[in-house]
């Protein structure tokens, strides 16, 4: 057994360097989300993609019509006029267009997937095309954006991207546009934070297992974007083909992602842009949610997916392997004081590395999100309390997406034949 206390020793010094990347991540996120951005106001078009009337769906959308920026478009878009979000968003939009420093506030209907025929802008009628191969075509979503991206004019310089479930800041618009100022930076993306509605179990964990992803984000290539919080400039959307790739891709953030650090460039964590979406599931919600966001991973982006699975595997094994072996050694091996030490210092390295890490993304959201603070406080104690369970149940659903290609996304089935193969089964946009 000599093999192990090597292997010991090399997990236990690993964990000095995880904890290290994470208090430096603390630390970006702290030093940045105040800073005020000024003196770069490209003319921007922001799109919110709508399906269905999400939680506080009002108080989100009435956020985007807040943005501190002089030169931006509004406009939101969704499939079909029966959408519930359609009627909303033309009430919500007669109400607060005036008071707004949009210059133009538009509601799109993009029509279903594959649908040739664009539909209304406002009383418009044109041409749309999905530039999907025969047999393949993208996500409603990303139709959707595809849709509003043909429309808009020769001045737009930059695209910025929100989802209907979010709530930002009034400067969000000001934080996501800064970093593209910088040719390294190919877009530049935010992340979500959920916020229960409910302090049911299944909210909570969700709350939880998310706020384990938020804490990788920073100043690091490692980076993917997010389509709910994100935004790039024209002219490199163009560059790097996405225009084409979107057509045949299911996740809009994965494809991005890829295209931009294919081309050398990087993803831009902007911490400001870290958003609160209010949220409650079930179990069975919460199933499907993860497996369906890690198989999307798996055929868009294998080798995020393989990292999620090998530092989840370690995790899991550090800690719950090391107490295992800790037990086993202490009453069924005869080892000597030295060796027991080091097989007994596994687990606890393990554990007090989570315990740090769980205490400091805690601390960092009741900064960031200061304002919802008391509806975090049952998140919070779930987290920090119980930071050991979460590493065995994130590697489930990781385990869960490894098999099959199907999944389900707002009432739509699709398979997922590649990064930019995508078919879909049934459902209507």
């Keep these: 057994m000599d093999w192990y206390y090597y292997i010991a020793l090399v997990v236990i010094l690993s964990q000095p360097i995880v904890l290290f990347q994470i208090y430096k991540n603390y630390r970006y996120a702290l030093k940045k989300y105040q800073r005020k951005r000024s003196g770069y106001w490209p003319r921007t078009i922001f799109i919110v993609p709508c399906k269905g009337l999400d939680s506080d769906f009002e108080k989100n959308v009435s956020s985007f019509f807040n943005q501190d920026y002089e030169n931006y478009l509004l406009w939101f878009v969704v499939a079909d006029e029966s959408d519930p979000a359609y009627g909303e968003l033309c009430k919500l939009k007669g109400q607060l267009s005036q008071s707004s420093n949009a210059n133009d506030v538009q509601v799109m209907v993009a029509g279903p997937i594959g649908n040739s025929e664009g539909t209304k802008n406002t009383g418009q009628k044109g041409k749309v095309s999905n530039g999907a191969g025969q047999g393949y075509c993208c996500s409603q979503k990303i139709h959707n954006l595809l849709y509003c991206y043909e429309r808009i004019g020769d001045d737009v310089e930059v695209l910025a991207f929100a989802d209907s479930d979010i709530c930002v800041r009034s400067d969000w618009l ?256």
């Design 174 to 429: 000001s934080h996501i546009v800064y970093p593209l100022r910088q040719a390294k930076n190919g877009s530049a993306s935010g992340y979500r934070w959920f916020i229960p509605k409910k302090s049911n179990l299944a909210s909570l964990v969700l709350s939880a297992l998310n706020a384990k992803i938020a804490q990788l984000l920073g100043n690091t290539r490692f980076n993917q974007a997010w389509g709910g919080s994100m935004a790039i400039r024209v002219d490199v959307f163009r560059r790097l083909g996405l225009d084409k790739i979107w057509p045949k891709a299911l996740s809009d953030d994965l494809s991005l992602s890829f295209a931009v650090k294919k081309a050398g460039m990087k993803v831009a964590f902007v911490p400001a842009c870290l958003v609160a979406s209010y949220n409650s599931t079930t179990w069975a919600e919460l199933f499907e949610f993860a497996r369906r966001q890690f198989l999307i991973t798996r055929v868009g982006a294998p080798g995020t997916w393989w990292f999620g699975l090998c530092s989840s595997l370690l995790s899991v094994l550090g800690l719950w392997g090391g107490v295992a072996l800790a037990l086993y050694a202490a009453t069924q091996l005869s080892v000597l004081n030295w060796q027991l030490a080091i097989i007994v210092a596994v687990p606890v390295v393990f554990f007090t590395s989570q315990m740090i890490r769980a205490i400091l993304r805690q601390k960092m959201i009741s900064r960031l999100l200061e304002g919802d603070l008391s509806k975090m406080k049952a998140a919070c104690t779930v987290d920090v309390l119980f930071f050991w369970l979460w590493s065995p149940l994130t590697l489930f659903f990781i385990i869960s997406s490894a098999f099959g290609r199907t999944i389900q996304w707002r009432g739509i089935r699709y398979k997922l034949l590649g990064p930019t193969e995508t078919v879909v089964i049934s459902g209507q946009g």
